[in-house]
């Protein structure tokens, strides 16, 4: 039994960066009828549930080829809750990047500046995403992060494959399964629910109250130009939000016993011609 | 570079609504031509020129199937390395043409590859790309309204890019409806040619495996969906359902729940992580109406929904609904539907005559 | 990889955090690990703590140990149906050496006692349950958590309270045949401080600690407690399990009928249900008590079985406390024998002893069976009441003395006066 604290760190196997988010537990969400925002005070949070299924591939990777797995993020200093349970569940460091200036960014600033971070943190394989966030939903900071750092990206992946220096992610896209394969390092992006993400253990929260594994780094540590980041750097900004205005609708509920009532909905049907008999 | 474009005094203002046509196994996407429809609305009211823009191989044919379906020119880029879509020859050829022809705007069917391509390309030339639209509109200042759907579907957000050219945005699949043919349409085809080395091909497909099952295309197109939630209890009782769509000739869908749950595959889900659909009857069973689901049905030209709780939030939303236990109700509504249908097929003989009844044979 | 620590505490409730505590300050790298996901969460009871350990344990705990009330005023009340005969105890003199008891929530006070061990330079780790040892050559060398994870250790305190899973995994004792297994249910009733205080006559961070008797359970073996925190009542039964199945009752509905006493009524009137929570409790007879150490292995608190039940309540997190510290002193005396073997733990008994834990345990070992006498939570608690009854009542018709009224009672239920005797004497010397 040896101890990781004596150990000089060995680089041997892959080295996968997963990029992730914080995102606001999806069910709590709920929208404040006099500002029309949604209410982030007091709601909980959690790891963008695609990052999870990211890791955890990222996890298994780590199993089957030795390595590590680090994790990245860019956000306020309240995403070292899901930094901290990223390393509990498993992960061996973590880094955020946090900074006023990277407030209001959209997908372009957020690709650049991960992809800074991703530079700084310096040689790896494969540098893992969710397929997209739960509470932005765009799915482009992944293949944003590829077109910056100008690599092979494979998307949508429920499977990931490593064959050497070469990695194969099957994508799920509408007609079957595609399997791409490309040349390490790449990016690629996971689906959410392609596998089952890992709980945090013992072991984790130990290293984690441990301390010293997460790594804060600020807009300028990566040398970003103030221009390219934040509200300034985001060619999109969200000029209004309304409230969704669903279409009224009839509503005729039928509480009579299954017979009468199946024959009553089946008459109201045949009436709107929907039922072709 | 784009970014900083609208500084240059002496080039003219970017100009023209480009549409990204997606060929697929030699076909047009049904996205692609659902945002033709939607782009040539666009271009009116901006009066400006509607392109199409579409790289692949041996798909001319495609070019003119885009013309009579309402573009006016299509820039055409044929090289057998485009023959399917990969991400990087595909932003080469997106961004070698935007770099050169200027447009305003560019729209994207918001397909798997369409979101792959969108989100690569928009880092690479630096400029605004608004996902999964649901609308467009034109600002009094000119400028594209990108709206799309935040906060769970609760709410719709207006996107702008006000400074950055070209705007672009990729557009939900199913949203907009298909714009009528028509064969007598001219325009013009621009062939192009955008050099493709091998470094650009850095990756391959090593495999495609074709899904076999009907319904996961289907329910994409169906005119009829039969959702089933996590009141069916188990696996099996959408065999229940698998029943009813083929009566009306419709698919099975799903909320999220039996999916999690493995009961089905992913491809059946309907709602906010999963797929929207606009079919003309969208019967929910044993769903309860979570905004999520909604999100992904809402605009179904009618909803059903069979529900054993009153107060489920499925039936503020149904034009019909059956308050009652799914595993009678579901039954009767086959049963009945089927007499229906027997009736229908020889009107006039005595039940036991009917073809399917047991007593004919 | 594997992380190792000195002492792994398994539990964060009293026997575990004051375990945890100590073991840190003798200079034990410690890891204290929780399954709730806060200690405190998981654990109920009456909602008294006599304070003696924790005068050991810390020398100012007093300053920010969340008190509800300090115990003032006891009262022990035989209740029949509607009648409700009691005496209370209350004393301007403080007990020597400071306050006897006090009130508490066990959220608040698990989470301020595992906070110390904390300072004290514990590792606390929560939502985890350890749910076996790691064992190699004979000997436990550490924890494991679920098919994959393990910590090592020289020494596991087990802590895990009542259920005792890792207790059966370490051999420590078979599969749980509890001689007695009760039930105890407690509810929260919201009242305003102001309103406790006038109707206990309570001064501010004075409480009142009362059991009743009697019809309280109604006629089921155990009774009731009572005991007044800041600005709510806990009130609730301790009650057979047996007895329970036996008539087919629901011990909620146990609760509420007692609630409804009218005597009840009168002090809880007004006040709102807050929070409701039952626990099985299984109890060892004396001799049924785990073996409480092994080569790597102490065990420590309920899941040593440290627990006395009175019949109203159980008196239980003194004894873990002391019982932590006398835990973290049998390591520190195998640490300096050479190692954490089951001979060199065996100093835990001395320990224990020296704080009277065993000693009250042995004592009050015969008081489950004397409470196995169902006459007295029905028959003596009436009789008393009509005894009173007959006492107070003035109509005219002539007054007996006391004695006669007691003996002209016990002719009227047919009681054997000589049964009575016994029952006294062996309750006596039972408590």
Redesign the interface.
């Known amino acids: 039994m040896t101890d990781v604290s004596t150990e000089p760190p060995v680089r041997h196997g892959l080295r996968i960066i997963v990029c992730i988010k914080q995102v606001p537990k999806?069910?709590e969400?709920?929208?404040d009828p006099v500002t029309?925002t949604?209410k982030r005070v007091g709601v909980p949070s959690e790891i963008n549930p695609p990052d999870q299924n990211a890791l955890e591939m990222a996890f298994q990777l780590r199993e089957k080829h030795g390595g590590e797995v680090l994790v990245l993020s860019m956000g306020p200093t309240a995403f070292d809750e899901s930094l901290e349970r990223a390393i509990a569940m498993g992960a061996d460091r973590a880094y955020l990047v946090t900074d006023r200036a990277l407030g209001g960014s959209?997908?372009?600033p957020t690709?650049?500046t991960l992809s800074e971070a991703i530079h700084k943190i310096g040689a790896y394989d494969l540098i893992l995403c969710g397929e997209e966030t739960?509470?932005?939903?765009?799915?482009?900071?992944?293949?944003?992060?590829?077109?910056?750092l100008d690599l092979?990206?494979?998307?949508?992946c429920s499977r990931v494959e490593v064959h050497g220096t070469m990695v194969?992610g099957t994508?799920?896209?509408?007609?079957?399964?595609?399997?791409?394969?490309?040349?390490m390092p790449?990016v690629l992006t996971v689906?959410?629910?392609c596998n089952k993400p890992r709980q945090p253990n013992l072991t984790g929260k130990i290293r984690v109250k441990r301390g010293g594994l997460v790594t804060h780094w600020s807009a300028s540590d990566l040398g970003l130009d103030p221009a390219h980041i934040g509200l300034r750097g985001?060619?999109?900004?969200?000029?209004?939000?309304?409230?969704?205005q669903?279409?009224q609708?009839?509503?005729?509920?039928?509480?009579e016993?299954?017979?009468v009532?199946?024959?009553l909905?089946?008459e109201?049907?045949r009436k709107?011609g929907?039922?072709?008999? | 570079m784009v970014t900083g474009e609208a500084a240059a005094p002496a080039k003219p203002p970017p100009s023209g609504v480009w549409v990204f046509l997606e060929a697929?196994?030699g076909a047009l996407r049904d996205v692609s031509i659902q945002l033709i429809g939607e782009g040539r609305r666009i271009a009116d009211k901006k009066k400006a020129i509607l392109s199409g823009v579409l790289p692949g191989w041996e798909v001319e044919h495609l070019a003119r199937e885009a013309v009579e379906y309402g573009v006016d020119d299509v820039f055409l880029v044929e090289d057998p390395r485009l023959e399917t879509y990969?991400?990087?020859p595909y932003?080469k050829v997106l961004a070698t043409l935007i770099r050169k022809y200027r447009p305003e705007i560019v729209l994207f069917g918001a397909?798997?590859?369409g979101?792959?391509?969108?989100?690569?390309?928009?880092?690479?030339i630096?400029?605004?790309?608004?996902?999964?639209c649901v609308r467009f509109d034109v600002t009094a200042e000119g400028y594209l309204?990108?709206i799309r759907?935040?906060?769970?579907?609760?709410?719709?957000?207006?996107?702008?890019?006000?400074?950055?050219r070209p705007q672009m945005a990729s557009a939900r699949v199913n949203v907009f409806q298909r714009p009528a043919r028509d064969p007598t349409r001219t325009g013009r085809i621009v062939r192009e040619k955008v050099d493709l080395v091998d470094p650009d091909m850095?990756?391959?497909?090593?495999?495609?495996?074709?899904?076999q099952r009907r319904e996961?295309?289907k329910i994409?197109e169906a005119k009829v969906i039969i959702a089933g939630g996590f009141g069916l209890g188990n696996p099996k009782n959408f065999g229940m359902l698998e029943e009813l769509a083929e009566l009306?000739g419709g698919a099975v869908g799903s909320s999220r729940k039996p999916?999690?749950s493995g009961w089905v595959p992913?491809?059946l889900q309907v709602g906010?992580?999963g797929k929207t659909v606009r079919p003309?009857?969208y019967v929910a069973i044993g769903i309860s109406g979570?905004v999520?689901h909604?999100a992904g049905m809402?605009?179904s030209a009618?909803?059903?929904a069979i529900n054993i709780d009153?107060k489920a939030a499925i039936?503020?939303?149904?034009?019909?609904?059956?308050?009652?236990?799914l595993f009678?109700?579901v039954p009767?509504?086959i049963r009945?539907?089927r007499a229906?249908?027997d009736?229908?097929a020889a009107p006039g003989l005595p039940a036991a005559a009917r073809p399917g009844s047991p007593a004919a044979g | 990889m594997v992380e190792r620590f000195d002492a792994i505490v398994v539990g964060a409730g009293p026997a575990g955090s004051a375990a945890a505590l100590v073991l840190a300050r003798k200079g034990f790298s410690t890891l204290l690990v929780e399954r709730g996901r806060a200690p405190g969460v998981k654990n109920m009871f009456g909602g008294r703590i006599y304070a003696w350990p924790l005068v050991e344990l810390l020398a100012d705990w007093e300053k920010d140990c969340p008190v509800e009330r300090f115990v003032t005023k006891e009262g022990i009340f035989f209740l029949t149906e509607d009648s409700c005969l009691g005496v209370t105890y209350e004393s301007p003199r403080p007990p020597e050496g400071g306050p006897a008891s006090f009130i508490a929530t066990r959220s608040k006070f698990d989470a301020w006692l595992a906070k110390k061990a904390e300072e004290a330079g514990a590792m606390l780790v929560t939502g985890i349950r350890v749910d076996g040892l790691w064992r190699e050559d004979g000997r436990v060398r550490g924890v494991t958590v679920g098919a994959d994870d393990r910590v090592a250790s020289e020494l596991v305190v087990i802590a895990e309270g009542a259920a005792m899973g890792l207790v059966r995994k370490a051999g420590l004792r078979g599969d749980l045949e509890p001689r007695e297994v009760s039930v105890g249910v407690k509810e929260t009733i919201e009242l305003p401080a102001e309103t406790i205080h006038e109707r206990f006559g309570l001064a501010e961070r004075e409480g009142a600690a009362y059991v009743y008797a009697g019809r309280a359970s109604l006629g089921l073996r155990g009774g009731g407690f009572l005991y007044t925190n800041k600005s709510s009542i806990s009130l609730g039964l301790v009650v057979s399990s047996e007895d329970l199945s036996l008539r087919r009752m629901e011990v909620q509905d146990l609760q509420t009928q007692f609630r409804m006493h009218p005597a009840i009524q009168r002090l809880t009137k007004g006040g709102k249900v807050v929070e409701y929570s039952a626990h099985l409790v299984p109890e060892l007879a004396w001799n049924m008590m785990p073996r409480l150490v092994a080569d790597g292995v102490i065990v420590v608190g309920d899941a040593a079985g440290f627990l006395i039940n009175n019949g109203y309540t159980f008196r239980g997190v003194d004894l873990a406390i002391a019982s932590g510290i006398a835990a973290a002193e049998a390591a520190e005396t195998a640490r300096a024998a050479g190692g954490m073997s089951a001979v060199n733990l065996s100093a835990y008994d001395r320990f224990l002893r020296s704080r009277n834990v065993l000693t009250d345990l042995e004592r009050f070992s015969r008081a489950p069976l004397y409470l196995k006498n169902t006459r007295l939570f029905d028959l003596y608690p009436r009789l008393l009441i009509e005894i009173a009854d007959r006492v107070y009542r003035v109509d005219g018709t002539g007054k007996e003395r006391l004695a006669e009224a007691v003996l002209e009672q016990l002719r009227a239920e047919d009681v054997p006066k000589l049964r009575l005797l016994r029952d006294l004497l062996a309750g006596a010397r039972s408590m």
């Open positions: 999806a069910q969400l709920s929208v029309k949604l959209d997908t372009v690709a650049l739960t509470d932005s939903s765009t799915g482009h900071v992944g293949p944003g992060i590829a077109g910056h092979p990206q494979i998307t949508y194969r994508r799920m896209v509408e007609d079957g399964d595609e399997v791409w394969e490309g040349p790449a689906n959410f629910g985001s060619p999109t900004i969200v000029a209004k939000v309304d409230t969704v669903l279409p609708r009839k509503g005729r509920i039928f509480q016993e299954p017979a009532a199946v024959s909905l089946l109201a049907l709107d929907v039922i072709p008999w | 697929r196994r990969l991400s990087r932003t397909s798997k590859n979101r792959d391509l969108g989100g690569r390309l928009h880092a690479t630096e400029t605004g790309l608004a996902a999964d309204d990108m759907p935040a906060f769970g579907g609760k709410s719709l957000a207006h996107i702008h890019c006000e400074k950055h850095d990756t391959r497909i090593f495999e495609f495996i074709e899904s996961t295309r994409d009306l999916v999690d992913k491809a906010q992580t003309d009857v979570a999520q909604l809402q605009e009618k909803i059903v009153p039936f503020e939303v149904a034009d019909y609904g059956i308050v009652g236990d009678e109700v009767e509504l009945q539907l229906l249908r009736q229908a």
